[in-house]
């Protein structure tokens, strides 16, 4: 027989007696060869694109987390000399790390607020990274005991196909979710209240039973096929189990980390969407990597099929005909979904009645929300656009608008600091017991409706006013 490789690329050869590694041509035996220095900058620059997903969203962190795996395999692979590629773990964890930690300094200094309104998951989130790192980091250190366990685990019959057949399941299971449970969540706290009357108003211009408990999540891989289609389902889903059967019959490592960034952040989508249910407005829960995760794989899936083609023994007009009718397949039906709004305009004006009311605002304004749905729409728009200290004063659970006193008190606050009061609200009544209101916003435009059971088709008039009263 010839030399066995324990390595890639022939990083360490064994030879026939099994008992001395000889290397490569003018190489020391049993040396490793050092991962090359773009190598190590590029792995330290993958890890810092991953770990800044959380400068762009804070439960980026989640999505992350198969890379913070992924490196602590690279560090396992070194301690155990299996593969050249372990070299890489260290530079590629430092890299997650610093990026990380940029998004969550930018998200404590800049955003703390939201931080505190999000704590409700984010701490569970934060606990579930640790536990998650902490588990990485004691498999790594145990690297050779494992790979003991893991060799023998090898071995089990059928385990390649095992592996992919639970991909399979996982996906048929999420199929028939909607049969077995209907996901609700009981309000707690005052924006679970807010949401829960948001979604039973929802549910009346739907014409569906109202019932603002419903989070309607197990529905989600219908969101999925909304967008992509039934035939882009099947085809990433034969696609992601081939793949996992060869990782685990082969070792391929070239698919593991965006099968498995893929594969996680689906899983943990589709079980949990965690975002108010209406459509399309909940696809921004989809956009990141469900959607383009599941349209790679099935292209993946869909060149499998004419290779597949090939190897059997059919020419190149059958392996075209595959192609073409694969990639039909994976257009038609994301076409007919978005055909009922594609081509219609939304949000028409929206910028020009943004520019109107921030040119109407005092230059040394100091904006205060007192009404509901203006601070709903506008409070970050006023704030970010219109450059200036912008707040929402404080509404009783069930009103509308925040009570004379607090408003007041808020307003001789404002005057302290030398600024200028400003109070915003959606009709002029609601601003006349404190100044003379003027409109600075009267806005008539189009809108993507909220759909709850069928796929968006169509769109809703919006109206937006806003009276100002300066102090």
């Keep these: 027989m010839g030399a066995e490789s324990t390595g890639h690329s022939g990083v360490e050869l064994i030879d026939p007696s099994g008992t001395e590694p000889v290397g490569l041509p003018g190489e020391e035996p049993g040396r490793v060869r050092p991962a ?19 400068l762009v969203r804070i439960d980026g962190l989640r999505d992350v987390l198969p890379v913070f795996v992924y490196a602590g395999l690279l560090i396992a692979l070194r301690r155990v000399g299996a593969r050249d590629e372990g070299r890489l773990g260290v530079p590629l964890l430092c890299g997650l790390a610093a990026g990380t930690a940029l998004g969550f300094a930018a998200a404590y200094l800049l955003s703390r607020p939201y931080l505190d309104y999000l704590s409700g998951s984010l701490k569970p989130l934060l606990a579930i990274c640790g536990a998650v790192l902490l588990l990485t980091l004691v498999a790594a250190v145990l690297a050779p005991r494992i ?15 095992i592996a992919g057949g639970l991909v399979v399941l996982v996906m048929v299971a999420f199929a028939v979710r909607p049969w077995l449970q209907t996901v609700t969540r009981q309000p707690t706290t005052q924006e679970d209240q807010l949401n829960y009357e948001f979604i039973e108003k929802t549910q009346q211009v739907n014409g569906l039973p109202m019932n603002g408990a419903r989070l309607y999540y197990e529905e989600s891989l219908s969101w999925v096929i909304w967008y992509v289609g039934i035939p882009v389902v099947i085809l990433a889903t034969l696609a992601a189990a081939v793949l996992t059967r060869r990782l685990v019959r082969r070792g391929e490592f070239g698919w593991l980390l965006p099968l498995a960034i893929i594969g996680w952040t689906t899983f943990t989508t589709l079980y949990r969407p965690a975002i108010t249910p209406d459509q399309p407005w909940a696809s921004r829960r989809l956009v990141p990597i469900v959607i383009p995760g599941l349209i790679l794989l099935a292209v993946w899936g869909l060149r499998w099929a004419r290779d597949k083609a090939r190897r059997s023994g059919y020419g190149l007009t059958p392996q075209k005909g595959i192609v073409a009718f694969g990639a039909a397949l994976l257009l038609i039906p994301a076409a007919l979904t978005s055909g009922g709004t594609a081509f219609t305009p939304i949000e028409r004006g929206e910028r020009a009645a943004v520019e109107g009311m921030c040119a109407a605002l005092p230059a040394r304004a100091s904006v205060l929300i007192v009404e509901r749905v203006t601070g709903d729409r506008l409070t970050q728009v006023v704030r970010g656009t219109c450059d200036l200290p912008t707040a929402r004063a404080a509404i ?22 030398g600024r200028v009061p400003v ?49």
């Design 36 to 54: 090359r220095s773009d190598a190590v900058i590029g792995a330290v620059l993958a890890g810092l694109v991953f770990g800044l997903a959380v």
């Design 147 to 161: 790979a003991v366990v893991l060799r023998r685990a090898a071995g089990i019959r059928r385990l390649p196909e």
């Design 396 to 417: 009783p659970l069930k009103a509308d608008v925040s009570l004379g006193l607090t408003v007041n008190r808020l307003i001789e606050r404002i005057r302290t600091t």
């Design 423 to 471: 109070l915003l609200a959606a009709k002029a009544d609601q601003l006349s017991a404190y100044g003379r209101p003027v409109q600075i916003m009267s806005l008539s435009t189009r809108q993507d409706e909220r759909s709850l059971v069928d796929p968006p088709n169509g769109t809703w008039s919006l109206g937006v006013n806003v009276w100002m009263a300066v102090l």
